[in-house]
C-alpha cells in the first residue's frame, strides 16, 4: 500500500519544490527576526518594508537568499520527519518521551527557500526601491493526540475491552501552499525620525491543497479478542473465534488546485497515490498582495516600528480544482461475512498517521469549482533602544503570524552590535516557539549574511531554522 500520507506532504511541499528548483529556485514565506533590528541588513526587509538598507544590493538565484525552517510546538525535529514518513511499521509513537511531550493539538510548520531575483536601490537620499521574484512555498499541519492514542492502542500497549471500545481520532488537517511573487516595494524617509514603506506584490499560484479529516471514530463490538492484542501482528487463527462487528466513521475532504496533478485510485476506486508531471506544470492561480510598514526615532535613542505583511489572498482556477471526498462515512464490518474481520485488521494495524484506506477518497468532479485561498498576514511590532554611539542597540520584536491551520506567536530579544559598516553581531533568543530552549545569532560580514532564529541542538529541537545570503552592494552607504 502506498503511504499516502507522505505522498500527499512530500510530493505537494518538497517534490514541487524540488521541480520548481530547476526553473525558478523557491522561496520561503517565512523571515529571520534576528536580522530585524541589525542596522544595514537587507533581510529585514521581509519583516518591514520601512527598514530600508545602508547600501543597494542584488540577490542572485541560489546566494541571494537561501532559508530553510522546521517549527513545532510538540513534536521534535526528527518526530516531524517520522510523521511525515508515515510508514506502516513505524514505531515512534510508542516512545514514552514521544507520549509525553505531545498535546491536544500538535501542530509543525516546515519551509524553505530563496530569491529567485531581488534588487533594491536608493533613488535620491530618502527614496529606496526594490523589485523582488521569488517562489514561495510552505507546509503546515496538524495531528490530533487522539491519532497517536489509536496507533498505540492497536500495538497492544494497553488492555482494551473490545466488546466496547471506542477511540475517537480527533481532527486533522494539512495545507501546502506554493507561488510566485513578483513584488515592488518603496520606503521613504521623512526628515531623520520616520520612514514609512509599501511593498505590493503580484502572485501567481502555481499550487495549493488541503486535506481535512473533520471526523474518525473507531468503534468495535467484538467477543473473542484478547485485550492485549497487537494488530499489527496478528494471524488469522487469533481472530477466528472472534463474533460480533466493528464500525469506523470518517469525515474527510481534500481540495487541490496544480496543474500536471493527478490522483491515482486503487481497484475499490479509492485515492492512494498521486503523481506530478513536471511538464504540465502552469499557473494555476492568480492574486495580489501587500506589505505596509512605518518605523520611527521617538525620543533619544528609542526607536518604534510596526508592520502588516503578507496580506492577500490567490484566486484558484476551477480547471486546475480537484476535490475527493469520504465516499462511505461509515464502514461496518461484521465477523458473519467472510473476510470482515481480515478488512478491519488490515485497516486499523496499519502504523500510517493517515491512512487512504481508513480516509477512502474518491474524486468527485462535480464539486470541483474555483476557490480562493488567502496568505498567512504577520503583525510585527518592534522598539529597541541604541547607545554608544548607535553602535549597540538592544531590540524587542514581537510578530504573530496567521496560518491557514494555527497562528504562531513569538517575542525575540536581541542584542546587536555593529562596530563599522563592514561587521554586524545579533545575539537573539525567542523563547515562546521553542520553549525556551533554544537561542539564535545573526552575523554580516561585508556582503555575507549567516544566522538563526533557533539554533538545531540536537534531534530533540522543536524548532529551528537557518537563514544564509550572500548579495552584491550596489552604490555608496546611506
Known amino acids: 500500500m502506498k503511504k499516502f500520507y507522505r505522498f500527499f506532504y512530500l510530493r505537494c511541499l518538497f517534490a514541487l519544490a524540488v521541480i520548481m528548483l530547476a526553473c525558478t529556485h523557491y522561496a520561503s514565506a517565512q523571515y529571520l527576526r534576528s536580522s530585524y533590528f541589525m542596522e544595514g541588513s537587507q533581510y529585514r526587509l521581509q519583516l518591514n518594508p520601512a527598514l530600508a538598507p545602508a547600501k543597494g544590493f542584488v540577490h542572485l538565484p541560489g546566494i541571494g537568499h537561501v532559508n530553510a525552517s522546521v517549527r513545532s510546538n510538540s513534536l521534535t525535529f526528527e518526530d516531524v520527519w517520522d510523521v511525515i514518513e508515515n510508514k506502516d511499521d513505524a514505531d515512534y509513537f510508542l516512545k514514552d518521551r514521544f507520549v509525553n511531550e505531545l498535546k491536544d493539538e500538535n501542530h509543525a510548520l516546515v519551509n524553505a527557500g530563496t530569491d529567485v531575483l531581488s534588487v533594491g536601490w536608493w533613488q535620491s537620499k530618502n527614496s529606496f526601491w526594490t523589485i523582488n521574484l521569488s517562489v514561495k512555498v510552505d507546509g503546515s499541519m496538524n495531528v490530533n493526540r487522539g491519532m497517536f492514542n489509536f496507533l498505540r492502542d492497536m500495538r497492544g500497549l494497553e488492555s482494551h475491552d473490545y466488546s466496547n471500545y471506542v477511540c475517537d481520532l480527533g481532527a486533522h488537517e494539512v495545507d501546502v501552499n506554493a507561488y510566485t511573487e513578483i513584488g515592488v516595494g518603496y520606503s521613504r524617509r521623512f526628515g531623520d525620525r520616520f520612514n514609512a514603506g509599501l511593498r505590493v506584490k503580484g502572485l501567481l499560484g502555481l499550487g495549493n491543497a488541503n486535506l481535512k479529516i473533520n471526523k474518525a471514530v473507531v468503534k468495535t463490538n467484538l467477543q473473542g479478542v484478547n485485550p492485549d492484542i497487537n494488530w499489527t501482528d496478528i494471524h488469522y487463527e487469533d481472530v477466528a473465534g472472534a463474533s460480533g462487528n466493528a464500525t469506523i ?54 526607536s518604534l516600528s510596526a508592520a502588516l505583511v503578507d496580506l492577500g489572498f490567490i484566486k484558484w482556477s476551477k480547471g486546475a480544482t480537484q476535490v475527493a471526498r469520504t465516499q462511505a462515512n461509515e464502514m461496518y464490518f461484521d465477523t458473519n461475512n467472510a473476510g470482515d474481520i481480515l478488512d478491519f485488521t488490515e485497516i486499523v494495524s496499519s502504523g500510517e498517521t493517515l491512512n487512504p484506506d481508513l480516509l477512502r477518497l474518491t474524486l468527485d468532479e462535480e464539486a470541483a469549482k474555483g476557490r480562493t485561498t488567502k496568505l498567512a498576514p504577520t503583525l510585527v511590532l518592534g522598539a529597541d533602544y541604541a547607545f554608544n554611539h548607535d553602535k549597540v542597540n538592544f531590540g524587542v520584536l514581537f510578530t504573530n503570524r496567521k496560518g491557514s491551520i494555527f497562528n504562531e506567536t513569538e517575542l525575540t530579544m536581541s542584542l546587536n552590535y555593529n562596530p563599522s559598516n563592514f561587521i554586524g553581531l545579533t545575539a537573539s533568543y525567542s523563547p515562546i516557539l521553542s520553549g525556551g530552549k533554544s537561542f539564535g545569532f545573526a552575523l554580516k560580514l561585508g556582503p555575507l549574511f549567516l544566522g538563526t532564529d533557533y539554533m538545531y541542538l540536537g534531534k530533540d529541537t522543536k524548532c529551528c531554522n537557518a537563514l544564509f545570503g550572500l548579495s552584491i552592494p550596489l552604490s555608496a552607504r546611506r
Open 249 to 302: 466513521e470518517v469525515d474527510a475532504q481534500l481540495e487541490s488546485s496544480f496543474e500536471g496533478f493527478e490522483y491515482k485510485t486503487n481497484q475499490d476506486g479509492y485515492i492512494d497515490d498521486m503523481k506530478f508531471e513536471a511538464k504540465h506544470m502552469g499557473i494555476a492561480g492568480i492574486g495580489a498582495g501587500v506589505d505596509l510598514g512605518v518605523s520611527a526615532r521617538v525620543i533619544g535613542g528609542l
